[in-house]
Nanobody, 125 residues
């Protein structure tokens, strides 16, 4: 059974930093493209960062230079380090695994994927 579990969310002041984690189980973590998505109230879920099996990364423009996606295959763990947070970053954050090893690892919509349950990140003073 494929499982993804996020942790590390919470509330942070504007300008602050936060790191969220995602631990995977039930599959060969190192063989799949992984990504972080977020969904703000009233908006569609969007891809913000992806990392392929060679650790190549892509970022959505609004988080580029502020967020860093990384992975540790020995721990089956995916991270998203967020800095210079602002109110627009407030959202539910989800980690995801592409459905197939052959699926492209990009920011394009992931129609077929495995998802974590999501974790709330709130940026507010």
């Amino acid at each position: 059974l494929v499982q993804l579990a996020e942790s590390g969310g919470g509330s942070v002041l504007p300008g602050g930093s936060l790191r969220v984690s995602c631990v995977s189980s039930g599959y060969a973590f190192e063989e799949y493209c992984m990504g972080w998505f977020r969904q703000a109230p009233g908006k569609e879920r969007e891809a913000i960062a992806v990392i392929d099996i060679h650790r190549n990364t892509q970022y959505e423009d609004s988080v580029k230079g502020r967020f860093t996606i990384s992975r540790d295959n020995s721990k089956n763990t995916l991270w998203l380090q967020m800095s210079s947070l602002n109110a627009e970053d407030t959202a539910m954050y989800y980690c995801a695994r592409r459905d197939l090893r052959s699926d492209p690892c990009s920011l394009s919509p992931w129609d077929n994927a495995y998802w974590g349950q999501g974790i709330q990140v709130t940026v507010s003073s």
